[in-house]
């Protein structure tokens, strides 16, 4: 199964990235997505610690299963306005 | 209603389309890029959106502010997206209704959870050259 990961604001700035896919098993919970973020962008720690993490726009527990073709978007600290 | 553009608000398009005889007040919020002391040699904000999920936020808040406030007849959102210049406006807020007592409470509370739940970011440009992503204070 395939998921895409969307990065906005500072969290795109400190990856370099829009985003990007991951090939995950089936019952892989949004905590696994979390973790292999932080290893394979280590210098975004300290924005991914002030992020949220949404599922097809919906927010998400990392205990939330994910499915094929899932959106997970990780989103800091918002500044509109 | 909300829209998210990269093009300039044109605030009396947006009054225009707005006006209705059942409406009795119009309240506008306009919210201007600033350069003021404070803010530190700032020339532009860039404004970024999750523009599939600002949108689907946004319907939940108008639908939670029309029931807070029954009386209010029309929601207008419009967020500028992209670079905006010193004294351009970045935000565009109407709210019309038959009398003018709800709507002040309506926007105040309407843009403070816009502020709080849409997810746009704001990055400030500085007059040196660098850049910085801004946080909201309330």
């Known amino acids: 199964m395939q998921v895409k990961v969307l990065f906005f604001g500072p969290a795109k700035d400190v990856t370099g990235l829009s985003h990007c896919d991951y090939t995950i098993e089936s019952h892989t919970p949004l905590q696994d997505i979390i973790v292999r973020l932080y290893a394979d962008f280590p210098k975004a720690k300290e924005v991914f610690d002030l992020c949220s993490f949404v599922i097809n726009k919906d927010f998400a527990t990392p205990e939330t299963v994910l499915k094929d073709q899932d959106q997970i978007a990780v989103l800091p600290p918002v500044s509109g306005g | ?138």
């Not at chain 2, 970024?48 to 959102?77: H, N």
């Not at chain 2, 010193?86 to 109407?94: A, F, G, K, Q």
């Open chain 2, 1 to 138: 209603m909300t829209h998210l553009t990269k093009d300039p608000i044109e605030i009396q398009y947006w009054i225009d389309q707005y006006k209705h005889p059942e409406v009795g007040a119009m309240e506008l919020f306009i919210g201007f890029t600033r350069n003021s002391p404070e803010d530190d040699g700032i020339v532009s904000l860039v404004y970024e959106a999750y523009e599939e999920m600002v949108l689907a936020e946004a319907v939940t808040l108008e639908s939670f502010i029309k029931q807070r406030y029954p009386l209010i007849r029309d929601l207008l959102i419009i967020h500028r997206i992209g670079e905006v210049p010193v004294s351009e406006p970045s935000l565009l807020v109407v709210l019309t209704g038959s009398h003018r007592q709800t709507l002040f409470q309506a926007m105040e509370e309407y843009i403070d959870l816009l502020k709080k739940k849409l997810p746009i970011w704001k990055k400030g440009i500085y007059r040196d050259g660098h850049e910085q992503w801004l946080m909201n204070h309330f």
